[in-house]
């Protein structure tokens, strides 16, 4: 069984974003303070099997955990919005279906890509979670799209050259001058 100091900071506080923070506290009072299982003992699968690790790195996650992750966000987005993490960001916008219109100023994998590697490194590269399903489909659509918006505006004298032809009026023939 993983100790503490295996879990630490990897769930965040049931009792909700603005519980008090104390020193011993193992849980994360804020979306900036999860942190991923300590896996130096090798316990790395059992600790993301059996317990949740909220810090998201684009793994399924439960019903409650997205719930709870949600309330965290909402709560940072109106006290502190410049402390959210890319992630977290992208989980929100996962989550509400809108991955593909918001949030283009930031990466189109959310930064997700350099997570997983750095995860997986310490991991001797295995991976102990299964992917939210569909995440990597959707993400490459976010990045076609976000690719889309760059691309230059064409205005309409752009698409073909034409040369300016100038236009002889017809002669003025002033009505009844028969």
């Known amino acids: 069984m993983p100790s503490d100091y295996d879990l630490w900071r990897t769930q965040l506080c049931k009792h909700g974003p603005r519980h008090a923070v104390h020193d011993d506290c193992q849980f994360a009072h804020s979306l900036s303070d999860l942190l991923f ?8 699968d059992r600790n993301w099997e059996n317990y949740h690790v909220d810090r998201w790195v684009g793994q399924a996650l439960s019903e409650g955990q997205v719930s709870n992750l949600g309330k965290y966000y909402e ?13 977290a960001h992208g989980l929100q916008l996962i989550v509400s279906g809108t991955e593909k219109t918001r949030g283009l100023s930031l990466q189109w994998d959310f930064g997700l890509q350099s997570d997983v590697a750095m995860v997986l490194r310490g ?11 569909g995440l990597w489909d959707r993400l490459e659509c976010r990045k076609e799209m976000m690719l889309l918006s760059m691309r230059p505006v064409r205005r309409l004298v752009d698409l073909k050259p034409f ?7 017809p002669p003025h023939t002033p009505e009844g001058d028969d």
């Not at 709560?75 to 992630?87: G, L, M, N, V």
């Not at 991991?123 to 399903?133: F, H, K, N």
């Open 37 to 44: 299982p300590n896996e130096s003992r090798g316990l790395a």
């Open 75 to 87: 709560d940072e987005q109106r006290r502190k919005p410049w402390s959210i993490p890319q992630w």
């Open 123 to 133: 991991r001797g590269g295995r991976r102990a979670w299964e992917w939210m399903e």
């Open 163 to 169: 040369t300016l032809v100038p236009y002889e009026l």
